[in-house]
């Protein structure tokens, strides 16, 4: 699935502009720069793309993520519902900002289910946090309307689905703010890199601030010369990062058009076997980064794993997964009971996240490269087929 599958001379050229013309810095030496932006390009460009009033760019999906909450005023005592069905970079966010991670349970669409949020949501509930994971949708009809219904902001870690769509509706675009994340393992990819989107200008303002030590950005002086608004940390993007942007932009569609090719022929091929696909909400908008499939129990997707691996293609397992499932987060489960920023954080045990376990547990997956061959492709439908009849 990264999108270094697809690095050619576009890139190469791309990078080699901004080392000759040594500006790598995206805000310093106004005068010698000629006006030339490629960060500031990148976000005009990405917030045409998902329709955006606003795009910040930052250095990775974390730094995005804790700039967001950090601009609409987490912080100690306050609790944000997310998911345990996540990367552990969403929890770290909150953490960061002195704020409790509450975790809710995942549905089989693997979208937090809107029935465990309400569940979780107290008095000092400052935000409702879905993340879109594996490629789709989380169901968000619901978390809005929990959101409006509480009057609690919903944001989105859309870390993950970069160019995913719900609806028609960029997924990032729906509350206050989205984040996506551009590291080596996405399909969208700068190296590094990460941006917030928003509507709210004076969010976004706030964001733009706080991401670059507090500095009120002009171009009319240079940059030591600038004011400051307050306080921040740097979680800037190079210059290099946002000429790869710029490129990996001009590629989604293709990178788009490969994932859901190669999704579309293993679904076909593996139609009338009795495997059930994972629901997505939005199946036009799935940026098809994995194939998902539930199974009748744990046992059976254990032993659907072994015949895969027999055929020379297993599944994984998601409740397996260790980067993306809190069950196997050994340092949260240490802050169970704890004071963060002065109140006490819930238990992260594996038992209280029974109702994601029942769903992980049973479904299995596939993630392909961007340039799945149809042997391998082939051999995927193969081994399903093979998973099913022993297990189905």
Same mark, same amino acid.
């Given at each position: 699935?990264?999108?270094?599958?697809?690095?050619?001379?576009?890139?190469?050229?791309?990078?080699?502009?901004?080392?000759?013309?040594?500006?790598?810095?995206?805000?310093?030496?106004?005068?010698?720069?000629?006006?030339?932006?490629?960060?500031?390009?990148?976000?005009?460009?990405?917030?045409?793309?998902?329709?955006?009033?606003?795009?910040?760019?930052?250095?990775?999906?974390?730094?995005?993520?804790?700039?967001?909450?950090?601009?609409?005023?987490?912080?100690?005592?306050?609790?944000?519902?997310?998911?345990?069905?996540?990367?552990?970079?969403?929890?770290?966010?909150?953490?960061?900002?002195?704020?409790?991670?509450?975790?809710?349970?995942?549905?089989?669409?693997?979208?937090?289910?809107?029935?465990?949020?309400?569940?979780?949501?107290?008095?000092?509930?400052?935000?409702?946090?879905?993340?879109?994971?594996?490629?789709?949708?989380?169901?968000?009809?619901?978390?809005?309307?929990?959101?409006?219904?509480?009057?609690?902001?919903?944001?989105?870690?859309?870390?993950?689905?970069?160019?995913?769509?719900?609806?028609?509706?960029?997924?990032?675009?729906?509350?206050?703010?989205?984040?996506?994340?551009?590291?080596?393992?996405?399909?969208?990819?700068?190296?590094?890199?990460?941006?917030?989107?928003?509507?709210?200008?004076?969010?976004?303002?706030?964001?733009?601030?706080?991401?670059?030590?507090?500095?009120?950005?002009?171009?009319?002086?240079?940059?030591?010369?600038?004011?400051?608004?307050?306080?921040?940390?740097?979680?800037?993007? &190079?210059?290099?990062?946002? #000429?790869?942007?710029?490129? *990996? $932009? %001009?590629?989604?569609?293709? +990178?788009?058009?490969?994932?859901?090719?190669?999704?579309?022929?293993?679904?076909?091929?593996?139609?009338?076997?009795?495997?059930?696909?994972?629901?997505?909400?939005?199946?036009?908008?799935?940026?098809?980064?994995?194939?998902?499939?539930?199974?009748?129990?744990?046992?059976?997707?254990?032993?659907?794993?072994?015949?895969?691996?027999?055929?020379?293609?297993?599944?994984?397992?998601?409740?397996?997964?260790?980067?993306?499932?809190?069950?196997?987060?050994?340092?949260?489960?240490?802050?169970?009971?704890?004071?963060?920023?002065?109140?006490?954080?819930?238990?992260?045990?594996?038992?209280?996240?029974?109702?994601?376990?029942?769903?992980?547990?049973?479904?299995?997956?596939?993630?392909?490269?961007?340039?799945? &061959?149809?042997?391998?492709? #082939?051999?995927?439908?193969? *081994? $399903? %087929?093979?998973?099913?009849? +022993?297990?189905?």
């Amino acid at each position: 699935m990264p999108g270094t599958e697809l690095f050619d001379q576009m890139e190469i050229d791309a990078v080699c502009d901004v080392l000759r013309r040594k500006m790598v810095h995206r805000y310093s030496s106004h005068a010698a720069r000629a006006g030339v932006y490629r960060v500031s390009e990148f976000e005009t460009a990405l917030a045409k793309r998902v329709g955006s009033r606003h795009a910040l760019a930052v250095s990775n999906g974390t730094s995005a993520l804790f700039v967001g909450l950090k601009a609409m005023g987490i912080g100690p005592g306050d609790e944000v519902i997310t998911s345990a069905f996540t990367f552990i970079a969403t929890v770290e966010a909150i953490i960061g900002c002195g704020a409790i991670p509450v975790l809710a349970d995942v549905d089989e669409t693997l979208g937090m289910d809107p029935a465990s949020v309400a569940r979780k949501i107290t008095p000092r509930t400052k935000a409702i946090m879905p993340v879109h994971m594996f490629g789709a949708a989380t169901r968000m009809e619901p978390l809005l309307e929990l959101g409006r219904t509480y009057g609690i902001p919903v944001v989105e870690d859309s870390c993950e689905v970069t160019g995913g769509t719900y609806k028609g509706k960029a997924l990032g675009t729906f509350g206050l703010w989205g984040t996506y994340s551009f590291d080596p393992n996405k399909y969208v990819t700068t190296g590094e890199g990460g941006a917030i989107v928003t509507d709210d200008e004076e969010l976004y303002t706030k964001m733009e601030y706080y991401h670059d030590h507090g500095h009120v950005h002009r171009l009319d002086i240079e940059r030591g010369a600038e004011d400051k608004c307050g306080l921040g940390l740097n979680f800037r993007m &190079s210059e290099i990062e946002g #000429a790869l942007g710029l490129v *990996a $932009l %001009k590629k989604m569609d293709t +990178a788009l058009s490969l994932l859901r090719s190669t999704k579309r022929k293993v679904l076909d091929g593996v139609a009338g076997t009795g495997l059930t696909p994972r629901p997505v909400p939005n199946p036009e908008g799935d940026i098809a980064t994995h194939i998902v499939f539930l199974l009748p129990s744990a046992e059976a997707a254990k032993r659907f794993q072994a015949v895969t691996a027999e055929c020379g293609m297993p599944v994984g397992i998601i409740g397996e997964n260790t980067w993306h499932y809190a069950k196997h987060w050994k340092a949260l489960h240490m802050l169970s009971g704890q004071s963060i920023g002065g109140s006490t954080a819930p238990s992260y045990a594996p038992e209280t996240m029974a109702q994601t376990e029942a769903v992980l547990s049973r479904a299995v997956f596939y993630c392909p490269s961007l340039l799945t &061959s149809d042997e391998t492709v #082939a051999k995927m439908i193969g *081994a $399903l %087929k093979a998973g099913a009849k +022993a297990v189905l």
